[in-house]
C-alpha cells in the first residue's frame, strides 16, 4: 500500500463516488502507478500478481476517460477465460456505475444472439475471449472502428492457451491510434515480442513481488503416497476448519474422485471445471462468492484472475507442474490486505514438481507433519458443528452501490420504437428529477429497462404510474436486479 490517495489523481466526481462505495480507501501499488500514465495516454505492460488489484488500475482511468455521449464501444478489454470475462465487466460495471458506463461481455459457448443484441446497443466496454471476438467482428456485430482503448488482460494466459494468433487478428482490426494496456503476470519472449510489435513506446511496471506473496500467504506442504491422498485431505480440512477452501486439482478425473468422497461425507461443496456447461460454472462460481457453501472443488480454471473475497484456505490436492499455477492458485487466497494460507500436497511421483516450483521461490514453503489423531479427535467436534452450520453470506462487490439504485422495467420497447431519449425526457421532466439521476437504459424488443439512481427509484416509480412515455402512459413496475 502506498501513501498516495485517490484523491491525488484527476478523476471526476462520479468515478470518486464510486471509488468510495467500493471501500478502495488508497490506491494499491499498482494503481498509484499505473493510474496516472493511462490518464496521461501512455501505453503500458503491466507485470502484476493476481490479487494487486489490476483490474481498477485500468478500469478507473478508462472510465475517467472514454466519452459518455458516443454511441460505438470505445473500450475493448481481452481476457483468456470467461470467468474473467464476467469479472472484468462487473468491476468495471461497478467502477462507471455513476458515469453509467455500459460494459457488455462476451464469450464462447453462451449463445451468440443475445451477445449480439447487446452489442447493437450503445455500449462503452466490449470485455470479451478471443474466439467469441473474432467471430464477433467477422460477423459485422462488433463494431470495432471507434476503439481507442485496448486492455489485453493475463497476456501470458492467452499464450498458454494458445490464443496468441487470435491475439493478433483481434489486434490487426483495431486503429493505431489508440492506447493499448497488457497485463501479464510473466513476460516470456512471445509476450515481449507482441509488445515490441504492437505498443508505442510503452511504460513498463514490475509490480511483481515474490515477498509480498510470502507475506499474504502462509504457506505449507505435507508430503503422502498417491493412495492415501484423499484421507490426509480429509485429515487437513478437519485440521484446519477453513470457513471457504478452494481445492484445485490438476484433472478433472482428479476432482471427480474428490466429490465422489465429498458427497458420501455430506461436506458443503461444489464441483467447477471445464468440461462443465458455461451456465453452470458461471452459477456455481457466483454461489461461491456469494458464500452459499464452503468448498470448491475445481482445475485451474477458478485458479486465474478470479476474485472471490474471504478466501481463507487454497489446497493444493494435486501439485501443479509450475510455478505460475503455484502462484495463480495460491493468490486466490490473501488478497489485497487479507491473510490466507495454502496448503499442498504430494506424492512422491509429483515431488518433482514440487522441487522445481521450491527452487524458483524466493523463500522456503514450510514442509509439515500429519496431524496426529488425537490432534484429529480434538478438533473433530469443532470441524463438524462448522460444516453443518450455515456460512457467512457474503455480500457481492456492487451490492452498497446497488442500493441507492432502483432498476425499472416499462412495458414498451424497440416494436413501439421506444428510444432512450424518450424515456430521459418523461423521467428529467418530473420535479426534483434531472438526467444525472438516471442510469443505465437498456431497450430491448419490447422492454425497456431503466436504472434511477440517487435513491430516487421509488419517486420516480410513483411518479411515472401517472407520466406518459412518448406520448402514453405505459405500465412500469420494479425490475428484478
Ligand atoms: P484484482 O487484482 O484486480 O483481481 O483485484 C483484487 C481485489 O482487490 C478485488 O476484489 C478488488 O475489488 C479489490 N481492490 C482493488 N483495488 C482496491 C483498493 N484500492 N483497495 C481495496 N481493494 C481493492
Excluded at 58 to 81: G, M, N, R, S
Excluded at 234 to 243: H, K, R, T, V, W
Amino acid at each position: 500500500m502506498t501513501t498516495k490517495k485517490f484523491r491525488d489523481f484527476r478523476l471526476s466526481e462520479e468515478i470518486f463516488k464510486a471509488i468510495e462505495m467500493l471501500h478502495f480507501e488508497n490506491p494499491t501499488d499498482v494503481q498509484e502507478r499505473v493510474i496516472p500514465a493511462i490518464l496521461n495516454k501512455k501505453d503500458t505492460i503491466i507485470k502484476s500478481q493476481t490479487g494487486s488489484g489490476k483490474t481498477a488500475a485500468f478500469a478507473i482511468p478508462i472510465c475517467e476517460l472514454i466519452k459518455w455521449d458516443e454511441y460505438k464501444p470505445q473500450v475493448l478489454v481481452v481476457t483468456p477465460t470467461r470467468e474473467l470475462a464476467s469479472q472484468v465487466k462487473d468491476d468495471i460495471f461497478n467502477i462507471g456505475r455513476f458515469k453509467r458506463i455500459k460494459a457488455v461481455a462476451v464469450f464462447g459457448k453462451s449463445p451468440i444472439e443475445s451477445q449480439i443484441k447487446d452489442l447493437n446497443q450503445k455500449t462503452h466496454f466490449v470485455v470479451g475471449t478471443p474466439g467469441r471476438l473474432i467471430d464477433l467482428i467477422s460477423k459485422g456485430a462488433l463494431d470495432v472502428s471507434n476503439i481507442k482503448y485496448l486492455v489485453l488482460d493475463e497476456a501470458d494466459e492467452m499464450l498458454n492457451m494458445g490464443f496468441i494468433e487470435q491475439l493478433k487478428e483481434i489486434i490487426d482490426t483495431i486503429k493505431t491510434d489508440r492506447i493499448t494496456t497488457l497485463l501479464s503476470a510473466t513476460m516470456p519472449k512471445d509476450i515481449k515480442k507482441l509488445c515490441e510489435d504492437y505498443m508505442k513506446n510503452p511504460k513498463y511496471f514490475d509490480i511483481q513481488n515474490d515477498t509480498n506473496m510470502e507475506a499474504r500467504v502462509t504457506q505449507s506442504v505435507y508430503t503422502i503416497e498417491n493412495e492415501s491422498k484423499i484421507n490426509l485431505l480429509e485429515d487437513l480440512l478437519i485440521f484446519e476448519n477453513p470457513d471457504t477452501a478452494i481445492i484445485f486439482c490438476n484433472t478433472r478425473k482428479s476432482v471427480d474422485n474428490i466429490v465422489k468422497e465429498f458427497e458420501e461425507l455430506n461436506y458443503p461443496f461444489k464441483k467447477l471445471h471445464g468440461g462443465m456447461d458455461q451456465r453452470e460454472r458461471t452459477k456455481v462460481m457466483n454461489d461461491f462468492k456469494k458464500g452459499y457453501f464452503r468448498y470448491l472443488v475445481a482445475t485451474d480454471v477458478a485458479a486465474r484472475g478470479i476474485d472471490i473475497e474471504n478466501v481463507t484456505h487454497i489446497f493444493n490436492y494435486d501439485m501443479p507442474i509450475d510455478k505460475d499455477i503455484y502462484v495463480h492458485r495460491i493468490g486466490r487466497t490473501g488478497r489485497v490486505d487479507n491473510k490466507g494460507i495454502a496448503i499442498s500436497i504430494v506424492t512422491p511421483k509429483e515431488m518433482k514438481f514440487f522441487n522445481k516450483i521450491q527452487k524458483q521461490l524466493s523463500y522456503n514453503i514450510e514442509v509439515k507433519e500429519r496431524p496426529s489423531k488425537y490432534a484429529l479427535r480434538k478438533k473433530k467436534i469443532r470441524f463438524t458443528n462448522k460444516i453443518k452450520s450455515k456460512p457467512n453470506l457474503k455480500k457481492t462487490k456492487g451490492a452498497e452501490l446497488t442500493k441507492e439504485i432502483l432498476k425499472l422495467h416499462i412495458n414498451a420497447g424497440k416494436k413501439t420504437k421506444m428510444r432512450p431519449t424518450d424515456v430521459v425526457g418523461a423521467i428529467s421532466n418530473i420535479e426534483n428529477v434531472n438526467a444525472s439521476d438516471i442510469g443505465i437504459i437498456n431497450i430491448t424488443d419490447v422492454s425497456t429497462f431503466v436504472e434511477i439512481l440517487n435513491n430516487k427509484g421509488e419517486y420516480v416509480f410513483e411518479k411515472l404510474q401517472t407520466t406518459p412515455i412518448k406520448g402514453r402512459l405505459r405500465n412500469v413496475s420494479k425490475a428484478n436486479n
